[in-house]
């Protein structure tokens, strides 16, 4: 395979994108996004084109990966610099190439077999078709590296079943594939020993009016959600929509601990190492994506991000989880009470002429 970032090939009607950094779980870089964009663009205007299909590259073992995130070490490595523009260029292409997924007028079909995190679930989730495997692994942790759930995650997770979202956007929790369909994150199971069988039956289909329910009926036929599993997170609703209700971190906190059981009280214990900051940043998002279109929820995560990629949470979390790999992160401050408001406040304002606007 090359040894390129990123594969763009054709196959019958199909643009393939095939993600390919394998090593790296194929996580997302400023080139990647920055060959991706223009790629999409050009296939949206080509009448030979009929639908999208992405992927990941295997890791050198041969496991799969989609995507694992973004590249959030280079964003550390310039977090001293004042000069450095990085943030907004990383956070500015990757949330308006996150947009073209989103409008984009022709089938888009990911298949998320194996790790899908941060930026692969940007990649990912705003598509109208996304297949999960028993592979399939999907998690939005940011809140343990000081940073918030973007990618469209102010957009997403608000909008899955009950208080699901704000559960998955606090605690980072991992899913696997039952769990991605029960909450709507994934459309289809399809093993992942079909997948190429599935690729040369969507490269099949002929681009046009019919496309959508041409995917529609190919993934029908490949599909087989009860293969899946059960799904675990549904016998947690309950309690996640009693405990994560309000717009009081402490609040959350406290129930888990008096009214969720053992598993609310585990969840409790698994938050207390999270970034008290993060978590409240995305308690914020979560209580006000739901009423915010697409873009102005992508233009709000980039007002946070620009600016939370300065703070000593984000360079306490990923010295701890990338750097150093202790896993013992020194939050300031140490509890969610202690979280001031108006820090809060400062990181959601407007931007000005900064700001992130979409034509």
């Known amino acids: 395979m090359s040894d390129a970032q990123i594969l763009f090939d054709r196959s019958g009607a199909a643009g393939i994108v095939t993600l390919n950094r394998p090593k790296a779980l194929n996580a997302l870089t400023l ?15 080509d009448d030979s084109v009929g639908v999208i299909v992405v992927r990941g590259a295997p890791r050198p073992d041969g496991r799969p990966a989609f995507c694992a995130g973004g590249d959030v070490r280079a964003l550390w490595d310039e977090r001293e ?55 399939t692994l999907f998690a939005m942790p940011e809140t343990a590296i000081g940073m918030l759930p973007d990618v469209g995650g102010t957009y997403i997770l608000p909008r899955l079943p009950g208080l699901s979202g704000t559960y998955l956007a606090l605690t980072g929790a991992r899913l696997k594939a039952a769990d991605c369909l029960a909450l709507g994150i994934a459309t289809h199971f399809v093993p992942a020993a079909r997948l190429d069988a599935l ?28 293969a899946a599993g059960t799904p675990g997170i549904t016998q947690h609703l309950p309690v996640i929509n009693a405990c994560f209700a309000g717009d009081d971190m402490a609040g959350i906190l406290d129930r888990l601990q008096t009214e969720g059981g053992e598993w609310g009280q585990a969840v409790a214990r698994e938050l207390a190492h ?86």
């Not at 080139?31 to 205007?45: E, S, V």
């Not at 289909?205 to 599909?223: C, K, M, R, Y």
């Open 31 to 45: 080139p990647m996004i920055r060959l991706m964009a223009p790629q999409m663009t050009a296939w949206a205007g």
């Open 81 to 135: 610099d004042p000069t450095s523009t990085l943030a907004a260029e990383f956070f500015g292409e990757e949330y308006t190439l996150n947009r073209e997924i989103f409008r984009f007028p022709k089938p888009y079909v990911s298949l998320i077999d194996g790790v899908v995190m941060g930026g692969g679930v940007g990649l990912s989730v705003h598509g109208r078709w996304r297949v999960a495997t028993e592979n």
């Open 199 to 226: 690729t040369t039956a969507l490269a099949a289909i002929a681009p046009g009016a019919g496309a959508d329910a041409a995917v529609e009926a190919v993934l029908g036929q490949f599909s087989d959600a009860g």
């Open 274 to 359: 999270k970034s008290p900051t993060s978590m409240v940043v995305a308690l914020r998002q979560m209580r006000v994506g739901g009423n915010l279109s697409f873009e102005d929820c992508m233009t709000t995560e980039f007002r946070v991000a620009t600016r939370i990629v300065r703070s000593h949470d984000f360079a306490e979390g990923i010295r701890s989880v990338l750097v150093d790999k202790d896993h013992n992160p020194k939050w300031s401050p140490e509890r969610v009470q202690d979280v001031d408001s108006a820090t809060i406040d400062a990181l959601f304002a407007p931007l000005g002429k900064r700001d992130l606007t979409f034509a």
